[in-house]
Nanobody, 119 residues
Framework: VHVVESGGGLVQAGGSLRLSCAASESIVNFDAMGWYRQAPGKERELVARILSGGNTDYANSVKGRFTISRDNAKNTLYLQMNSLKPEDTAMYYC??????????????WGQGTQVTVSS
């Protein structure tokens, strides 16, 4: 299984980006998918997560600005990012799991897409 991110780039503060994560198989097989990010010198952190039933979780720092969604027909996960701030600058990773409810861990990770927000 492969997951591939796209949609990153350079944007000014206050701008928007939409990240996509395309999976090589049907995402209905995953009980959880999520977006994580890692800035230089910092640990990787959860940005947003969506479970198979549609429940979502967000980091406090992105609540009200970011929206996670999934399109099962396109086997794609999205992250709509609005009102971007310089502190959102990081490498963003997509993750997927078919056993998250049991293990709490992700089985598959993408290579990442860079998001840079200029002030």
């Amino acid at each position: 299984v492969h997951v591939v991110e796209s949609g990153g780039g350079l944007v000014q503060a206050g701008g928007s980006l939409r990240l996509s994560c395309a999976a090589s198989e049907s995402i209905v097989n995953f009980d959880a998918m999520g977006w994580y990010r890692q800035a230089p010198g910092k640990e990787r952190e959860l940005v947003a997560r969506i479970l198979s039933g549609g429940n979502t979780d967000y980091a406090n720092s992105v609540k009200g600005r970011f929206t996670i969604s999934r399109d099962n027909a396109k086997n794609t996960l999205y992250l709509q990012m609005n009102s971007l701030k310089p502190e959102d600058t990081a490498m963003y990773y997509c993750a997927a799991s078919s056993s998250y409810v049991l293990s709490g861990e992700y089985d598959y990770w993408g290579q990442g897409t860079q998001v840079t927000v200029s002030s």
